[in-house]
């Protein structure tokens, strides 16, 4: 299965494209999408939804995830990001595809197996679970490839506790 995760924010978004087949996890592309501080911010959602769905519309991937709003001190950055995440569901939604989200916490615990790992801990997991060279760069990237990795983990719970309770 190949799934989108997307941490999403205004100026920076992180995607991910993780593809699980017989057990195994392989990044098939991410990186980031970016908008200027300078665009009005109509603009700056535009160009977010139209990458997005470019995105989505290139790799095809079978679901969606992204992380959700911690909301820290900053009320404006949380309404941003809120934004940002509003158009992410929306490109996730327009496709057709099931849209997970997972806290930062659930997130670090699935990828590291510890919930407080910081970020170089998470980007060296991020690195050896599918076997890149080097620590995926940016931050947001990383975050967005750790996601989908929650995703995938979560998703293969889930069936094996559906066949379980099949079975019985």
Not at 60 to 66: D, E, S, V
Not at 104 to 117: D, I, S, T
Request: hydrophobic share 45%; net charge positive; proline share 5%.
């Amino acid at each position: 299965m190949l799934v989108l995760g997307i941490d999403p924010g205004l100026a920076t978004t992180g995607y991910g494209l993780v593809r699980e087949k017989d057990g195994e996890l392989r990044a098939i592309a991410y990186g980031v999408i970016t908008t200027s501080a300078s665009l009005p911010l109509p603009r700056r959602l535009q160009r977010l939804y139209r990458e997005l769905k470019a995105l989505i519309e290139t790799y095809r991937p079978r679901a969606g995830a992204l992380e959700t709003l911690f909301f820290g001190r900053n009320v404006r950055t949380a309404m941003t990001v809120g934004q940002a995440r509003g158009v992410a569901l929306l490109a996730l939604a327009d496709a057709n595809l099931p849209v997970s989200e997972y806290t930062p916490l659930a997130v670090k615990q699935a990828v590291v197996g510890y919930g407080r790992a910081d970020k170089r801990q998470v980007q060296e997991m991020v690195r050896a679970l599918l076997g890149l060279e080097e620590r995926p760069r940016p931050d947001d990237a990383a975050d967005a490839l750790a996601v989908a990795i929650c995703h995938l983990h979560s998703a293969r719970l889930q069936a094996w506790v559906d066949e379980e309770g099949e079975a019985r």
